[in-house]
């Protein structure tokens, strides 16, 4: 009788323990089961963002599709210009050279520039030493030139009378006749003076 007492307590004792426990189990699921279900919403808020940027991606993926043949007819094109491209770096490569001895010939030419600079410069400051003089001659020069610019008119003025003078002295000269000379006209020289005959060659007989 008491073995069975003792079996009965243990099995009450057991039996509320496993309620226990099966309480336990039960909260924890409830709990659970209210986290899982109060997720849904936000679960199914997402996947209908998800579901409504599709259309978005599916376009972009047509865009993105419709500009494989541009893509591909342009490759013939650019693969064409390879060559060219190529040709022109060779070109590039090949005037290297040519620029760095150039470079090379202006960097040794330095030096003698820089060599000479001792000389150009007392020279340049000979050069400035005489401006001063220079423009101190510049009125002067301007004087001169008015002066013979004030003359050149009295020597017009005189020009026609010495012409007229000369002229007057040709038109003597040609009106003048040797009348009175007994010798021929091949050696008698009439003077333009005073028309006399002067003789240059013996007389004809």
Not at 4 to 22: A, I
Not at 41 to 58: A, D, E, K, R, W
Not at 140 to 159: E, K, M, R, W
Request: overall charge negative; aromatic content about 4%; glycine content about 2%.
């Amino acid at each position: 009788m008491g073995s069975v007492m003792n079996r009965l307590s243990v099995n009450l004792v057991f039996g509320k323990k496993e309620v226990e426990d099966w309480s336990e189990s039960a909260l924890v699921l409830s709990t659970f089961n209210d986290g899982v279900l109060s997720t849904v919403p936000v679960v199914l808020s997402i996947v209908h963002v998800v579901l409504s940027t599709v259309p978005v991606v599916l376009s972009t993926v047509s865009v993105v599709l419709s500009t494989v043949p541009v893509v591909l007819a342009t490759v013939p094109v650019v693969l064409s210009t390879v060559p060219v491209v190529l040709s022109t770096v060779h070109v590039v490569l090949s005037i290297v050279p040519v620029v760095l001895s150039t470079v090379l010939v202006v960097l040794s030419i330095v030096p003698v520039v820089v060599s000479t600079v001792p000389v150009v410069l007392p020279t340049v400051s000979v050069v400035l030493s005489t401006v001063p003089v220079v423009l101190a001659t510049v009125p002067v020069v301007q004087c001169t030139v008015l002066v013979v610019l004030s003359i050149v008119p009295v020597f017009l003025s005189i020009v026609p009378v010495v012409l007229s003078v000369y002229c007057a002295c040709i038109s003597v000269y040609s009106a003048c006749s040797c009348v009175n000379c007994s010798c021929s006209s091949a050696n008698c020289v009439c003077s333009s003076v005073n028309c006399a005959c002067s003789y240059y060659h013996e007389s004809l007989p």
